[in-house]
């Protein structure tokens, strides 16, 4: 079975800078896709950011620019820097591990709450 533990959420300015970390126990972490999703209050869950096994990255056009996402195999950590926050990205954050790509499972970690406000 695959665990996610999110971390790093927090209550934060707008302009200010959050790093969530998500960090992975179980299954194959260097094969698998993993992403940052978010939900706002009344909204459907979105793509934040993904990256692939060879480290490709694709982002949301919302966070172009402001937004990294990385990882560490060896940590089975995937991180994503948030920089010049807006109010508009206050949401629960869930990290995503995907490996249906071969024949594998996708699982969710619990979220982590980010509040942009003044």
């Known amino acids: 079975q695959v665990q996610l533990v999110e971390s790093g959420g927090d209550l934060v300015q707008p302009g200010g800078s959050l790093r969530l970390s998500c960090l992975v126990s179980g299954g194959l972490f260097s094969m698998a896709t993993m992403g940052w999703y978010r939900q706002a209050p009344g909204k459907e869950r979105e793509v934040v950011a993904k990256?692939?096994?060879?480290?490709?990255?694709h982002y949301a056009d919302f966070v172009k620019g402001r937004f990294t996402i990385s990882r560490d195999n060896a940590k089975k950590t995937v991180f994503l820097q948030m920089n010049s926050l807006k109010p508009e990205d206050t949401a629960i954050y869930y990290c995503?591990?995907?490996?249906?790509?071969?024949?594998?499972?996708?699982?969710w970690g619990q979220g982590t709450q980010v509040t942009v406000s003044s």
């Open positions: 990256i692939i096994s060879a480290g490709h990255t």
């Open positions: 995503n591990y995907d490996t249906s790509y071969r024949g594998g499972a996708s699982f």
